[in-house]
């Protein structure tokens, strides 16, 4: 594995970060560089429908390291770490290349998660 790779994927709704992970429209899917501080690619990709098990299984299918959030039921957390995802929740709505250039400069805050599900 390249430790100067990451995989993120952020739910979208209306080109920003939405804020229930569960019911995005889409996932922003960014290949970043952490030494390079960077985004190389972006791919948008419509996720399969929602049914619980599902998106995590389907993020770990594309490779995804890292899922940023608004808010996420703990049963999606706990399915994401079982496929070795890292979760960063609580996030704002935001373009996906403003909340990775806040994550990479070490800005990015996270406040409460807003899904109690």
Same mark, same amino acid.
């Given at each position: +594995?390249?430790?100067?790779? $990451?995989?993120?994927?952020?739910? +979208?709704?209306? &080109?920003?970060?939405?804020? %229930?992970?569960?019911?995005?429209? !889409?996932?922003?899917? /960014? @290949?970043? &560089?952490?030494?390079? !501080?960077? $985004?190389? !690619?972006?791919? &948008?990709?419509?996720?399969?429908? %929602?049914?619980?098990?599902?998106?995590?299984?389907?993020? =770990?299918?594309?490779?995804?390291? +890292?899922? +940023? =959030?608004?808010?996420?039921?703990?049963?999606?957390?706990?399915?994401?770490?079982?496929?070795? $995802?890292?979760?960063?929740?609580?996030?704002?709505? &935001?373009?996906?290349?403003?909340?990775?250039?806040?994550? /990479? @400069?070490?800005?990015?805050?996270?406040?409460?998660?807003?899904?109690? %599900?």
């Amino acid at each position: +594995m390249n430790t100067n790779k $990451i995989k993120i994927a952020i739910p +979208m709704a209306e &080109d920003k970060l939405c804020l %229930h992970f569960g019911h995005c429209e !889409r996932f922003a899917l /960014l @290949d970043v &560089d952490l030494t390079g !501080r960077k $985004i190389i !690619r972006r791919e &948008d990709a419509v996720p399969p429908p %929602h049914e619980p098990g599902v998106l995590p299984r389907w993020l =770990a299918e594309q490779k995804v390291e +890292m899922v +940023m =959030a608004g808010g996420m039921g703990q049963r999606a957390q706990g399915l994401l770490a079982g496929q070795n $995802i890292r979760v960063i929740v609580g996030l704002s709505p &935001d373009t996906p290349e403003n909340i990775i250039a806040q994550y /990479l @400069d070490g800005t990015l805050k996270s406040g409460e998660n807003v899904c109690d %599900h």
